[in-house]
Every structure is written in structure tokens, then in C-alpha cells.
């Protein structure tokens, strides 16, 4: 049903009537990528084993013993280019079937007990926000579409879990095949091949540390709405920030000007626009709630009463 400005109901300031930021647990997010790491490290170093011992056989060390290029090593290259194919096809694709069982798993396990943790977590930060705004016992059930959501997030995480396996794979076995054929003397040979395991287990790490935080965020946003709405709060303010260190720390949070200019407005919970590119936003990345765009720190705010300044501000956004 499409928002009416004019049903809203004005009532004056008073001590009450907005809740605390509900802000992500760190712990939660902490706690998801520690349950993910150990087997990120142990996959990397069992693929620079693996790589590193075929690279020590005799015709590997032929291959990349920097022989002089004359008119018959090419001729040997080619040959020994085929039969290192061979070998690096074979161990890869073991490397891969081993990994990719373990990764399949051990997700659905860490999943589930990720978006059980967050969800408790999520729901116990929204209470606290929704009874300092004044709502005495708020309502604690979860109805269908949080249930929905709940499961979706472990199906979900349980898939991004298995991804990271896969995208490590398929980085290793590219730079493998490149160290064979590359032009470019830092891609060559066994230099290469490490520096780009090095490179690729630094990536995988930071990949882990970046669901964990960003699924953490977009499941408090989605039960945290659902929450207030379930006791009736559909307003809430936007508090923009870069996220830890304050106003000024940007570093590698993604700051959005978009977001900084929303900062301190107050919006209906179930505003389309939220979700479009438009009225708000300019880029696909920027859309959502509060929190629910990748490395967005900002913080939802309930609002349980408006007051006038809050009405003259709700009247622009949706009268038109």
C-alpha cells in the first residue's frame, strides 16, 4: 500500500520517541570469519605444496632453469611445456575435488550458525533501540517473512562459503597456466607462480573478511526492519557515518556522497525508492537501507514519535 502523507500523525517532541542506532555486532562478523579463515590458509598452503613439488621434478626444473633461448630450446620448451600441462592439469583438478568437498561441508554448518547468532544478536539490538524510543515489551516473534529471510541468508551463505573455494581455484590455475606462457618476466616460471599464490591467499582472506562483514550488516537491516515494523514503527532516521575511527576516517570504507546527504533525514521503512536508482541514489551500489550496501557503515535510527521538524521533512519527501 503506497505511503500518505497526510495520515501521518504529529506529536510534539518529548524525551522519548527515537531508539539508539541499531549498529552490526563486530563479534558476530569477527566470529564468522574466524570459523573460515583456518580453512582458507590451510587450502592455499596445500596448493603451494602440491604446485611447488612438481615444479622441483626433473622436468620442471628443466623447464624453469632459464636455459639460454637458442634455435633447439624452443623446440624443448614445447615439449616440456605439454608435459607440465599434463602434471599441473592432474594435481590441480585433485587439489580442486579435495577442497571443493571440504568447502561443501563445513558451509552449511558455519552458515547456520552464523545467521542463528546475527539473528539473536539482530533481534536484541532492535528491542533495546525500540525500548529506549519508548515501546515497553516490544514484540519478540518472528513472522513468516523473517523466517523467509532467515533461511534464505543460510542458503545463501552457505553458497558464498563454497564460492570462495572456487574462486581461489580458478586464480591458482590461471596464474599456473600464465607462469607457462607469459611474456612478462614476473609472471614466469616459479617466481611468479608463488608471488601469485601469495597474492591469492591475501585476497581469499580479505574476501572472507568482507562477507563477514557485509552479511552481518544486511541481515541486522533486514530483521531489524521487519522488527519495527512488528510493533508498529515504520519511520527511522539515518545516520550517516565512515564507519570505525569517525567522520573522517575513510581509508577503505566506502564513502558515499549519496549516503552523506541522507544523513539526518528521516524515511518511511517501506519507501520504494530506497530500493531504485533515482529519487536517492545515482549508482546500483548505493541502494538500500542503511547498511545493506557493501561496506556502508551507516545506522537506521527508529523513530516511534514524530515531531514537527520530522513531519516538515516526511511532508517534502513523499507529498509530491
Known amino acids: 500500500m503506497a505511503f500518505k502523507a497526510s495520515k501521518i500523525r504529529v506529536r ?19 566470529d564468522y570469519e574466524k570459523a573460515i579463515l583456518p580453512y582458507v590458509k590451510k587450502m592455499i598452503a596445500d596448493y603451494r605444496s602440491n604446485i611447488l613439488a612438481v615444479m622441483d621434478t626433473n622436468k620442471a626444473g628443466e623447464f624453469y632453469s632459464g636455459e639460454a633461448m637458442d634455435a633447439s630450446i624452443f623446440d624443448k620448451i614445447k615439449t616440456r611445456n605439454k608435459t607440465l600441462n599434463k602434471i599441473f592439469e592432474y594435481v590441480l583438478d585433485s587439489l580442486f575435488k579435495k577442497w571443493s568437498k571440504v568447502f561443501d561441508d563445513f558451509a552449511p554448518d558455519v552458515s547456520d550458525k552464523f545467521v542463528d547468532k546475527a539473528s539473536k544478536s539482530a533481534a536484541s539490538s532492535t528491542e533495546f533501540s525500540l525500548e529506549v524510543a519508548g515501546i515497553k515489551e516490544p514484540r519478540k516473534t518472528y513472522n513468516d517473512y523473517a523466517k523467509n529471510v532467515l533461511g534464505a541468508a543460510k542458503d545463501y551463505n552457505t553458497t558464498l562459503i563454497s564460492g570462495i573455494q572456487k574462486e581461489a581455484h580458478e586464480k591458482v590455475y590461471n596464474s599456473v597456466m600464465l607462469s607457462l606462457t607469459s611474456p612478462n618476466p ?9 608471488k601469485a599464490l601469495d597474492d591469492i591467499g591475501i585476497q581469499s582472506e580479505n574476501r572472507v573478511k568482507l562477507i563477514a562483514r557485509d552479511q552481518t550488516s544486511k541481515l541486522y537491516g533486514a530483521l531489524g ?7 508498529g514503527v515504520m519511520f527511522f532516521r539515518w545516520q ?6 569517525g567522520g573522517k576516517a575513510r581509508g577503505k570504507i566506502a564513502w558515499r556522497e549519496s549516503h552523506e546527504k541522507l544523513n539526518n533525514e528521516v524515511f518511511w521503512i517501506d519507501d520504494p525508492d530506497l530500493w531504485t536508482i533515482g529519487k536517492y541514489f545515482t549508482k546500483k551500489g548505493d541502494i538500500g537501507i542503511p547498511g545493506y550496501a557493501i561496506n556502508c557503515h551507516c545506522r537506521m535510527i527508529p523513530i516511534v514519535l514524530l515531531t514537527e521538524s520530522d513531519w516538515e521533512s516526511l511532508s517534502r519527501r513523499y507529498s509530491k
Open 240 to 245: 550517516h557515518t565512515f564507519g570505525p575511527g
Open 12 to 30: 510534539k517532541a518529548t524525551p522519548f520517541g527515537e531508539g539508539k542506532p541499531i549498529i552490526p555486532n563486530a563479534g558476530i562478523a569477527s
Open 225 to 231: 526492519t521487519d522488527r519495527m515494523k512488528q510493533n
Open 186 to 194: 614476473e609472471e614466469q616460471g616459479q617466481p611468479g607462480i608463488i
